[in-house]
């Protein structure tokens, strides 16, 4: 009897591995699926759409991604961390006036380029108990130095923090989002806004 619980022990043990495997490519797919998705409908894109395409249930999209919040912030992972990098980029950069307009405009740029992105960054980008969304979080993190040595220089106005400056880019992004050229419109419009918040050239 003992001999026979051994076998069946060990029988079962290689079905773990290949259940990570799975869950691993049905992460994957529903993520390539989701990316697309995103870029086609903004923020409000189905995630019961996004379940049909990738050939999965909508219960195994919620175990993957809980919440849109969620999946939201995996479609814009690497974007998140290409600005972030470079935020740590320009903390150096002799002029720290210029350092801050050239983040915040790349920032611009890419969220008028990448549906969604400026629903992260707002109240609506927020997880079931109201906690901000790591895209919010991680970019407020890397522009925070860049604030503060452009805050020392003089070259920003008293009180003017990063939360307010990535309101400010997610309400100019949403406004353009339907214009011909809504990245360059976003950027222009960023322009306008700086020169009141950081007049000096």
Known sequence: MPAQSTESTHSTRPAQPAQRADARRNYARILAVAVDEVAAHGADASLEQIARTAGVGSATVRRHFPSRCALLEAVFQERIQGLCARAHELSG??????????WLSALTVYAADARGLATALTREGTDEQGHPSTCATRLGEAGEPLLRRAARAGAVAHGVTVPDLLTLIAGIVLATEHLPDPAAEADRLLGLAMAGISPRG
């Open 93 to 102: 950069a002799r002029n720290a006036r210029t350092a801050l307009l050239e």
